[in-house]
């Protein structure tokens, strides 16, 4: 018997370390590392420990008994990596356990900007190290950034992952310092004087534009609002979106125009056994739209999607997903592509996927997901607010570029959600990379800036999954270790105290780890009656409430 990682996949990397036989692949060494959709588990090395399966945080690995139905096909894909990329382990790059400050350096103070993945696996890591205090900051009054606000409600075992930075951050070695705004109510420079250093781990929170006529009517919208909006987060709550039309058009075909294409054609009884924001709930229920039409510019060989989301929406119940056989006439390009022996399994297995969708009968009465490649927006029309969206067909270069063709189109629609990417925005005080849109570092460190560093998307660009953001993490911490042990960091002159005084002062609404705790009993609490894992309190007035 074997153990198969499977579609909840977070590529957090924990179950490597626990590995016993070094049986995992790729890990973030490894060069396949950073393209890689998932990791794999090789059937031929796995002596069934199950030590992967406990480690990891998102439940994503069984025993090849044990595994679902619809979840089949991960039984051969984790076999067919290995064919690709044959193992080959000494067991030298096993983790023998992690190091140690030395106790004579005193304890180091860390300052974490932001409380999302990045922010979490740093605290985590500096956590490891022995003898260090850390204060997570976050504008918002939540922890766990996009796991809280950014996965999709109905990817419960995905937010998993919130439970593990729970239970790290029980030690009094943390704090919370939340619904505080760096730059407003504490400057850096008042972070420096508190600490060795400081880390900007605030992830990437706009979102990129079609830059195309129409694009600022009503009814066209980021899919990073959508996204916020359902999974209520409190800058985002307050927003309308029109689902009284039957059509809703995505453009863009990564895994978040996925997402926002599941949430709305599901079942809402489906939804309301997870937490997504109540408002939300009740606009779905009352949704007219029975078609979402997923625009690509490129073909299905090149789709932004990973392989285990495409895959799981064949089984989501009474949605049947539409792609016609037009569509899957690939140019000669995209064809050498698949017929390279060099092919990875995933991508031959995600056009195995788009031709079974392309074969399989529609039912009546089903909303639908269709798939349209090769499409890019020109335009987008309407008086008051939506009503089309124009746009040209596109070809593919033998550099596998989307080219503009002669060929043009429309669909009607009402509503149009972009979802072409997140960009990260300035941060005061700190160097940026307007073109990457990205603190300017090297490896982590902040350039021009002693005792600053970045992680995460803010740091590397919005690329990854969660877990990709632990060996980002890493990186970020070995060079900020590296400076404090050479003993360039400049020692705080003010105490843990005295700024969480000056804190409580400026902000008096600020959530610490305490209040963060009743809050978040509370809205378990609130869920439990209703079968669902949590209730999310949205406004400061709930949260004032819950916290008195």
């Known amino acids: 018997m074997t153990f198969v990682i499977t579609q909840r996949c977070c590529s957090d990397t924990s179950c490597i370390s626990e590995c016993p036989v070094d049986c995992i692949r790729p890990r973030p060494e490894d060069p396949e590392f950073q393209t890689a959709e998932m990791l794999f588990i090789d059937p031929d090395t796995c002596i069934d420990c199950g030590a992967c399966a406990d480690a990891c945080p998102v439940d994503a690995i069984y025993s090849e008994f044990d595994v679902p139905e619809e979840m089949g096909r991960y039984v051969g894909l984790n076999a067919a990596y290995f064919e690709r990329h044959p193992l080959d382990s000494s067991m030298d790059g096993m983790a023998l356990g992690r190091r140690r400050l030395p106790e004579s350096l005193g304890t180091l103070r860390v300052a974490i900007v932001g409380a999302g993945p990045a922010a979490c696996y740093a605290a985590e890591e500096l956590l490891s190290l022995g003898k260090v205090e850390v204060e997570i900051f976050d504008k918002v009054s939540a922890p766990w950034g996009l796991v809280r606000t950014g996965v999709a409600p109905d990817h419960q075992e995905t937010k998993g992952v919130a439970n593990m930075f729970a239970t790290a951050f029980r030690s009094e070695a ?30 990437a929170a706009s979102d990129r534009r079609l830059g195309i006529p129409g694009e600022e009517l009503p009814g066209s919208h980021s899919a990073t609002e959508f996204v916020a909006w359902y999974n209520g987060h409190p800058d985002h709550a307050a927003g309308e979106f029109d689902l009284s039309g039957e059509r809703a058009v995505i453009v863009g075909n990564g895994n978040v125009a996925l997402d926002v294409a599941r949430i709305l054609t599901v079942d809402p009884d489906q939804l309301a056994r997870t937490d997504i924001a109540d408002h939300a709930l009740t606009a779905l229920r009352e949704s007219n739209i029975r078609e979402v039409v997923v625009l690509g510019r490129r073909g299905p060989v090149q789709a932004a999607y990973s392989t285990s989301e495409f895959l799981a929406l064949g089984y989501l119940d009474g949605v049947d997903v539409v ?3 037009s569509e899957m006439v690939l140019d000669e390009t995209s064809q050498a592509v698949l017929d390279d022996p060099e092919v990875e399994p995933s991508l031959t297995l995600k056009m195995e996927i788009a031709r079974e969708y392309a074969d399989r009968p529609v039912t009546d009465g089903n909303r639908r997901i269709v798939f349209r490649y090769l499409v890019a927006p020109t335009e987008l029309h309407g008086t008051d607010r939506v009503s089309s969206l124009e746009y040209v067909r596109n070809t593919i270069d033998e550099n596998l570029n989307a080219v503009a063709t002669d060929e043009t189109g429309s669909i009607e629609t009402s509503l149009v959600l972009r979802s072409v990417g997140y960009r990260g925005a300035p941060v005061a005080d700190v160097p940026f990379d307007e073109a990457r849109a990205v603190i300017r570092n090297d490896r ?3 350039e021009g800036l002693s005792g600053v560093y970045t992680t995460g998307w803010i740091k590397r660009g919005p690329r990854g999954v969660i877990g990709t953001n632990r060996a980002d993490s890493a990186e970020t911490i070995a ?12 020692a705080p002159a003010g105490s843990r105290s005295e700024l969480s005084a000056l804190i409580a002062e400026r902000q008096p609404e600020l959530v610490d780890k305490t209040r963060w705790g009743v ?7 609130a869920g439990t009656p209703l079968g669902r894992p949590r209730v999310k309190f949205l406004s400061i007035e709930e949260l004032r409430a819950t916290v008195k």
Not at 179 to 194: D, F, I, P, T
Not at 479 to 490: K, Y
Not at 519 to 525: C, L, T, Y
């Open 174 to 203: 943390v704090n919370f310092h939340l619904n505080v705004e760096v730059g407003k109510h504490v400057s850096l420079a008042e972070l420096l004087e508190h600490h060795h250093a400081v880390i900007y781990a605030v992830g």
């Open 323 to 325: 792609i016609d056989e």
């Open 444 to 446: 982590g460190r902040v």
């Open 479 to 490: 060079m900020l270790i590296e400076d404090f042990e050479a003993g360039q960091l400049t």
């Open 519 to 525: 809050i978040d009993a509370a809205e378990k609490a």
